[in-house]
């Protein structure tokens, strides 16, 4: 069965600094998301991404954010200069179509120190 | 999107049937009731989801009421291995709609044996 897949599972990093954080979403998928969980806390949608655009971003989302469809198959969410309140799990999800079902990734946690 | 109310934690005996309530009392004419879960901080997986009409797959139920202000989930045969985080979300289904998902606090679902 085709998963959604992330890299790293854990990613550890000094505040200030600049991270990546990779998913490689379902094959034939067109439409792509980011979500945050903050240890605890309920699932915030970051950014959703169609067509080599973003289409919807949070409040969240702000210019330290940024993402990127590379090539094919990747998808990347790119955080300019971590701070210790982005520390958090992200998911990455795909889905077929905008009204479809989103399959989601096991998430990268990622601890800024 | 409409807001949705759920318990914050239910019960359920291992073998036995498990009834999720969900209230969305303001949902309007073109707005889907989706079910996700999440097993202990993985990514949220895709359950079921519908308009009116009951809907069955392989992995639950879903009964809308009549007036489509409430739904409840059901997992005909609970196993311990359904414990998780249920998640009732409801979401506009047009064109100004990019996919995203709204998250909610949820039920926490514990089987027990």
């Known amino acids: 069965e085709p998963e959604v897949t992330q890299t790293p599972s854990h990613q550890v990093t000094q505040m200030g600094q600049e991270v990546i954080l990779r998913c490689v979403p379902i094959?034939?998928?067109?439409?792509f998301y980011w979500y945050r969980q903050i240890l605890g806390q309920k699932v915030e949608f970051l950014v959703s991404?169609?067509?080599?655009?973003?289409?919807?971003k949070s409040e969240i989302f702000d210019d330290q954010f940024s993402v990127e469809r590379p090539d094919g198959s990747n998808f990347t969410l790119k955080i300019r200069s971590t701070k210790l309140e982005d520390s958090a799990m992200y998911f990455c999800?795909?889905?077929?179509?905008?009204?479809?079902?989103?399959?989601f990734g096991p998430g990268t946690r990622l601890t800024v120190t | 999107d409409a807001k949705t109310t759920q318990p914050p934690s239910m019960d359920c005996a291992e073998g036995r049937a498990a009834n999720l309530p969900c209230n969305h009392s303001?949902?309007?004419?073109?707005?889907?009731v989706y079910w996700y879960r999440q097993i202990h901080s993985q990514g949220p997986q895709y359950i079921i989801h519908?308009?009116?009409n009951n809907e069955t797959n392989e992995m639950a139920s879903l009964i809308i009421t009549e007036d489509r202000k409430s739904s409840t989930l059901i997992l005909p045969h609970a196993t311990l291995r359904d414990t998780a985080v249920y998640y009732c979300?409801?979401?506009?289904?047009?064109?100004?709609?990019?996919?995203?998902?709204?998250f909610g606090q949820g039920t926490t679902l514990q089987v027990k044996p």
């Open positions: 999800a795909s889905s077929g179509g905008r009204t479809f079902e989103q399959y």
């Open positions: 094959s034939n998928h067109l439409y």
């Open positions: 991404f169609y067509n080599n655009e973003i289409s919807e």
């Open positions: 303001t949902i309007s004419g073109n707005e889907y």
């Open positions: 519908g308009l009116k």
């Open positions: 979300i409801v979401r506009v289904e047009g064109s100004s709609n990019t996919g995203k998902l709204i």
